[in-house]
């Protein structure tokens, strides 16, 4: 697991730190406790697990259809990334001992 801190830039937000550094947003906000929108100068704790890989949702994509396609339940992506739903380009957490 790669653990470290970046120094939030004018112009960042929360989608465009999980762009570059590939976490998805609901990690970032749950392992910063944010209740708020990031503003420049702010420092964020990031990790990057290795034990999952990153999937960026698809325009054709369900929670039921990434799930089948990774050997898992929809429940149980729903449930790892604490969301209610996914969406379009929406970067989610897969464990790769499932797949």
Do not use: H, W
Not at 13 to 32: A, T
Request: hydrophobic content about 35%.
């Amino acid at each position: 697991m790669k653990k470290f801190f970046y120094r939030v830039d004018k112009g960042d937000s929360l989608c465009s730190v999980s762009e570059r550094f590939d976490i998805p947003v609901v990690k970032i906000i749950k392992d910063n406790r944010l209740s708020r929108e990031i503003e420049e100068g702010d420092m964020l704790y990031l990790e990057k697990d290795e034990g999952y890989k990153v999937y960026t949702v698809l325009p054709t994509d369900t929670v039921e259809k990434i799930a089948a396609a990774n050997n898992t339940s929809a429940e149980r992506i729903l449930q790892e990334n604490g969301i209610p739903y996914v969406y379009f380009s929406q970067k989610i957490l897969l464990s790769e001992k499932i797949t």
